[in-house]
């Protein structure tokens, strides 16, 4: 089933385990979801900040080297929310289906807004829709922020030093 | 799954980081010939300076000339230029080749990982990206290897 997505962003998704590849039709960006054998299409949308992983720590290390003290690295992004959620739809639909994503959480008041949603008249059930703060990924920006800038500024008055 | 997502961002962020590295060396191998220019347009500068001064000096019936500072004005000396930008010639005579070198290692293996992503979001800007960076590494080391050295 040929499901269009807008705004997708950083958004992966997968169905059974596998990832589906996202394609591109006068310039709207698709996936094309199996069915499953009940006739109903089971997807999962990930959404993870990239500092959320284990060995977070040596990928930045290694980017921060490889793009000359960080300075040509393009910065991690801010928005430390992750999102898991399972969409199902019915696999007969009656229109064209897309999945639109949101990526806005309401800081003030603190009410969950849905980050995902279908398109009007779309037979689906979307769980765990909201985004969720990622508090590790938050601190681990903050600390590899830190962390470069003060070695920047020791390899700069290091080289001064060599150099005086 | 999460092994999946780990790839795809690292190839991302690969993508983008030698993407920027890969202007950077681009930009530097035309800096000898920018620096030629901005010779040319200091020169083109001072003589519009000149004029300046020459008209200050009319409107004022010459009177101005009769005071040694406002004289000393109408001395400028481009040799200080001209001499920065063959010292940074001379240096890009061994730097020239290395840049020439990464830029091009640096752009194929762009290519390789651009065209084996199956993500097509930022692909096409991303070639276009590289095309125009080696195209400017192109000209600057013709320029560089025909008219300066």
């Known amino acids: ?62 980017f921060w080297i490889i793009g000359i003290l960080g300075l040509f690295t393009p910065g991690y992004s801010r928005f430390d929310y992750a999102l898991d959620c399972s969409i199902t739809l019915g696999g ?22 849905p980050a995902v949603t279908v398109s009007e008249w779309t037979i689906a059930r979307i769980d765990n829709a909201a985004y969720i703060l ?31 | 799954m999460k092994n999946t997502l780990q790839q795809m961002q690292f190839k991302d962020r690969l993508c983008r980081t030698l993407l920027r590295v890969n202007w950077v060396i681009a930009i530097a191998t035309i800096l000898p010939v920018l620096s030629r220019i901005f010779i040319g347009v200091a020169f083109i500068g001072t003589a519009l300076y000149l004029l300046v001064l020459i008209a200050i000096t009319i409107m004022s019936f010459f009177l ?44 194929a293996v762009l290519l390789f990982l651009i065209l084996r992503n199956r993500d097509p979001a930022h692909k096409a800007g991303r070639i276009v990206s590289v095309s125009l960076a080696v195209l400017l590494l192109l000209i600057a080391a013709l320029l560089y290897y025909i008219k300066l050295v």
Not at chain 1, 11 to 35: C, H, M, T, Y
């Open chain 1, 1 to 62: 089933m040929k499901i269009f997505v807008i705004n997708r962003a950083d958004v992966l998704f997968f169905s059974n385990g596998k990832k589906l590849n996202v394609q591109k039709e006068n310039g709207r960006e698709f996936i094309d979801a199996p069915l499953s054998p009940d006739g109903t299409v089971v997807l999962r949308a990930i959404r993870r900040p990239e500092l959320s992983h284990r060995n977070w720590w040596l990928y930045a290390a290694f």
């Open chain 1, 92 to 113: 007969r639909q009656m229109q064209e289906v897309w999945i639109r994503f949101n990526h806005f959480v309401n800081k003030k008041t603190g009410i969950p807004v």
């Open chain 1, 134 to 164: 990622d508090k590790i990924s938050r601190r681990r920006r903050r600390i590899y922020k830190l962390v470069s800038w003060l070695i920047r500024i020791a390899v700069i008055v290091a080289v001064c030093l060599i150099v005086l």
């Open chain 2, 64 to 107: 101005l000339l009769l005071n040694e500072s406002f004289r000393a004005l109408y001395s400028v000396d481009l040799n200080g230029l001209q001499e920065l930008s063959d010292q940074l010639i001379t240096v890009y005579q061994t730097a020239m080749p290395v840049l020439i070198g990464a830029c091009t290692i640096i752009s």
